[in-house]
Structure formats: C-alpha cells, structure tokens
C-alpha cells in the first residue's frame, strides 16, 4: 500500500498522507455501511475493517471501542480507472477540471489532487 490514501464517498474525495491518519478520520458507521471505497495512489483497492479496541474509562472500566483498519492492497493495480474515474469526477464537480486530465496518467491525478486540495486532516 502506497500513501497517499485516497477515500471516495458518494463523490467526495478525501486524500490522506497516510493509512494512519485515515484509520482516524474514518467513521466506523459509515464503513459498515459501505459509504466508502478507498484506494492507494496506485489505484490497489484497499480493505476498510472495524476493529474493536478495548480502553480504559477514567473509571477504571474496559470499553470497546469501534475503529477503521485499513488493510489488504490488492497484489495488482485493478482498479486505476475507477480511480481515476473517481477523481476527474471530483475534479469536474469542484470546478478544478481542466480537458487535459482526461490524458493524465493517475500519478499525476493524485499529485493534482494533493496539490488542489491538500490532505484531510
């Protein structure tokens, strides 16, 4: 899995510098729901699980917590043109779109996207 970590939903496109900081920022309800479909800049498809944490509670209780993993980059790069798909439809409904995407290859897409948008934090 190469970073960045690109996340659609429902449109939307949000773009992490790392697995990590999209673990964090995905919400557990939606991933069970299937809201989302990310990918790494490669175009791997990659695997959204919830995985329950166990946490102390400042009373001293054990709570479970939900949260996202991410994991399992496919072995091929399958899916390049849902990605790419997925971004120059962003690109369009965010007036960042510009003919020439189109003939772009998709490194070039993440990077445009990175720089537009910059990363979710």
């Not at 960045?4 to 995905?26: K, M, Q, R, Y």
């Not at 939900?66 to 496919?74: C, Q, R, Y």
């Not at 962003?90 to 960042?96: D, H, I, L, M, N």
Request: glycine share 6%.
């Amino acid at each position: 899995m190469r970073a960045p970590i690109i996340v659609v939903e429902h449109g939307d496109v949000a773009i992490f510098n790392s697995a990590a900081n999209a673990e964090i920022w995905l919400e557990p309800i939606d991933v069970k729901n299937g809201e989302y479909v990310a990918y790494d800049r490669d175009g791997r498809l990659l695997q959204l699980v919830i995985k329950l944490i166990e946490k102390p509670s400042f009373i001293g209780e054990v709570k479970s917590i939900e949260s996202v993993k991410i994991s399992g980059a496919e072995e091929g790069v399958n899916h390049v043109i849902a990605l790419r798909k997925a971004l120059i439809n962003f690109f369009k409904k965010t007036e960042a779109y510009n003919q020439n995407d189109e003939s772009l290859p998709l490194n070039e897409l993440v990077n445009k996207a990175v720089n537009q948008y910059g990363y979710a934090k």
